[in-house]
């Protein structure tokens, strides 16, 4: 996943703005400018003064500006988003109040090179706050959100500062500006209309306290989340509840109880997502019933951690923000910029998907079925036995035993000799770790990135061990911003929630955890190869339903014949993995893809559904809107629960992919078509690598994203690649 973050940073403005990291939307803690009503007093107590040995103040001094955080303390973090704030609210302003005429050069240059200070603070903050965050980080959290959000206002909504942009933008055929300075123009005038710069001052008013409230709610959900997650770890006491788990997960197990003060007893920690790990290997049923509706029911207990009040006031608010913006609803308003353009059109491509996926998946629910019959187990699948008995089928039918599979992926040994060999197969990319660049975390490894020429081009971070502190999932984002115009050079970041192995063991990776590595530095990818002049068109500032692409893209190498057997080593012996294992794991391609898909779907509906309310709706019961939804999308099968309930759909009340989790499936009809190209054209070889490289990943959001993709492919994306690789049609058969 790519971590969006609604920033200001020069012009990526709007709130449905497309770059990386999360929610945090801005506010205003300084005066309005002129032009603009005056912003209404903070509640909040007065935030510290900034230090003047604040280490955000200054650029930093380390290799390509990545921040110093040996240097960084919890308390510098507040006191430097208020006072970057200040300074980028007076860089704006100078730039609205200029009485030369406008142009591009005084106008848009200047918008692009201001909020240096919030960039550096902001983008250290995301990362800190998402995987290792604290108390303190928490409480700075809630407390700037709003202000963000205000802040961000400000400058959306800054009467002089639009007149300005407006009239560079009705100018703009004329001007002979290149391509991507014209895309600049293009991008910010739509983002300020689409953010409330041509409303009424009295709806203007209306919006910002709506966003203010909305970014509030955003960030207490968000901690909320955490906490429950944390809290919804299952305990035991007996060792014999977890019979089936592997030695090093009973002994990660024991580890995590340790570190919550439960000496002698073992807690198995919750993911993001509904299903979890050890439901595959749990041969206890009461066990696997437990942890499923742990997770199930992590965020409504009715206690401090309950999210289903904060999610259907979040719905509302911005049903609301769509119809002051003239938007039926909010998906109708979030997707105007994206390439599907209507939620209609996204909802009817899904539909295309949905009954093919329900009906493979009911197939594969009878195969568990019939294990369950066979071992006389007496009682009919249910979720938390789908991971357990799916296990046994695929057994049964590849002879593949996932624990056998593990052993021949190490974590470092997938990193280096699969991920890092893959992006020099096809780029030509080197990579040397650097023990000398701080980290936030001392799991974090930090490496070099050498272009093909053997020219420094990037810093790379990764945290992959899950933590209590630590949020669901896996995502990536930058700390530096690539940018000609500022002169900065990529540095990026993958966070991922793998098992941390017991002291001495191995950390070995199950599949998935595989293909999470590669989707993660797919987007590493697109952030260390983007070339463009403006950091709001840098790398992964695109459409959500395009972003997704060159990490889903990636995935397709994990598999490809040379990379896997670089990586696919056992680990005790080096031994490369058998060829007969080898061909049971690509003849288990397509195994459970039906409920992969529809868990993916179900899960993109309800996102759908909820931002297609309108703002005369009532406030949702939670609970009930989402089984509504679900059996009104035909896609509400017992046994294939979605991939993420309502009351922790992180991505969509928290990471800025509300109506926008279609761009997961969106994103793998262009991805598995692009690796069809490839095919087409010799698959791994360096030719297509630097082309992709030159047409696609380093492009950013400096042209139409349909026409990109077009003119790199040569012709619009297919579903039938999708289709035939995720298992939802069978492939015609050769004569």
């Given amino acids: 996943m790519l971590r969006l973050r609604t920033l200001v940073i020069a012009t990526s403005i709007a709130l449905a703005a497309c770059s990386q990291q999360s929610n945090e939307q801005a506010q205003q803690s300084a005066p309005a400018p002129a032009s603009t009503a005056p912003a209404k007093a903070s509640t909040a107590a007065p935030a510290p003064e900034v230090s003047a040995v ?88 809630e407390e700037e959100a709003p202000k963000l959000a205000e802040h961000q206002d400000a400058i959306v909504m800054n009467d002089k500062l639009f007149a300005r942009i407006e009239t560079i933008y009705n100018q703009r055929d004329s001007l002979k500006l290149d391509p991507e300075s014209k895309r600049l123009v293009d991008v910010t005038y739509k983002n300020f209309v689409r953010g409330g710069a041509k409303l009424s001052e009295a709806d203007k008013t209306k919006l910002k306290d709506l966003n203010k409230e909305e970014s509030s709610l955003s960030t207490q959900f968000t901690n909320k989340l955490l906490a429950a997650t944390k809290a919804g770890a299952v305990v035991v006491d007996d060792k014999a509840k977890l019979d089936g788990m ?21 807690a198995v920690t919750l993911q993001n997502t509904t299903q979890q790990p050890a439901l595959e290997s749990l041969n206890d049923r009461a066990t696997r019933e437990q942890l499923f509706k742990n997770s199930w029911d992590r965020a409504e207990h009715g206690d401090a951690n309950d999210t289903r009040d904060l999610i259907a006031r979040i719905a509302q608010i911005r049903a609301e923000q769509a119809k002051l913006l003239g938007y039926p609803n909010y998906a109708a308003w979030k997707l105007e910029d994206q390439m599907a353009k209507t939620p209609e059109a996204a909802i009817g491509f899904m539909d295309k998907l949905a009954p093919a996926a329900t009906a493979r ?249 909820w931002h297609s309310l309108s703002a005369d709706a009532p406030k949702q019961d939670p609970d009930k809107f989402e089984m509504d939804a679900l059996t009104k999308a035909k896609i509400n099968l017992s046994y294939v629960p979605p991939r993420y309930r309502s009351s922790y759909f992180q991505h969509i009340w928290g990471n800025g992919y509300a109506a926008g989790y279609y761009a997961y499936l969106w994103t793998e009809m262009l991805a598995d078509d692009a690796f069809q190209g490839f095919e087409d054209k010799g698959g791994l070889t360096r030719e297509n690598g630097d082309r992709f490289r030159a047409m696609i990943l380093s492009q950013g959001n400096t042209q139409d994203l349909a026409t990109l993709y077009k003119n790199w492919r040569g012709k619009d994306p297919s579903i039938e690649p999708m289709l035939l690789n995720r298992g939802l049609k069978e492939a015609p058969q050769k004569k």
């Fill in 361 to 609: 998946a009911e197939k594969e629910a009878k195969d568990i079925q019939d294990v369950i019959d066979q071992q006389k187990g007496g009682f009919k699948v249910e979720a938390w036995d789908w991971e357990h008995y799916s296990e046994q089928v695929r057994k049964a039918k590849y002879d593949l035993d996932e624990s056998q599979v593990k052993q021949y992926f190490e974590l470092d040994n997938v990193l280096q000799n699969g991920v890092f060999y893959a992006a020099n197969q096809l780029y030509g990319l080197t990579f040397k770790e650097r023990k000398d660049i701080p980290v936030w975390q001392p799991d974090v490894r930090v490496f070099e990135v050498f272009d093909k020429d053997g020219t420094s081009m990037a810093l790379f971070y990764c945290d992959y061990f899950k933590r209590d502190n630590k949020n669901g999932g896996a995502w990536m984002s930058n700390l530096v911003d690539q940018s000609k115009l500022l002169d900065t050079k990529p540095v990026v970041f993958n966070v991922a929630n793998f098992t941390k192995p017991a002291p001495g063991q191995p950390a070995l990776l199950s599949s998935d955890d595989v293909i999470t590595m590669f989707h993660e530095f797919g987007h590493a990818l697109h952030g260390m190869f983007a070339n463009s002049q403006y950091p709001s068109l840098s790398g992964t500032a695109t459409a959500r339903d395009f972003v997704e692409f060159p990490s889903q893209f990636n995935e397709h190498w994990a598999s490809d014949p040379k990379i896997f057997a670089n990586y696919a080593k056992n680990y005790k012996t080096g031994e490369p993995m058998p060829q007969e294992l080898v061909d049971k794991l690509k003849k288990s391609k397509t195994f459970n893809k039906g409920y992969d898909m529809t868990e993916l779907v179900g899960a993109a509906l309800l996102d759908m559904s």
């Fill in 54 to 141: 604040n280490p955000f103040l200054e650029q930093s001094t380390l290799p390509f500006q990545a921040p110093p955080f040996d240097k960084i303390k919890d308390g510098d973090y507040q006191p430097a988003f208020e006072e970057g704030m200040k300074q980028h609210l007076v860089e704006i302003q100078k730039i609205a109040d200029n009485p030369d005429a406008p142009t591009f050069e005084n106008t848009f240059v200047p918008m692009e090179k201001s909020g240096r200070l919030m960039t550096r603070v902001m983008q250290a903050f995301n990362a800190v706050s998402s995987a290792n965050t604290d108390d303190t980080l928490q409480k700075v959290m």
């Fill in 246 to 266: 592997s030695d090093g997960d009973i002994a990660a197990a024991a580890e995590a109880a340790k570190a919550r003060k439960l000496d002698g007893k073992w």
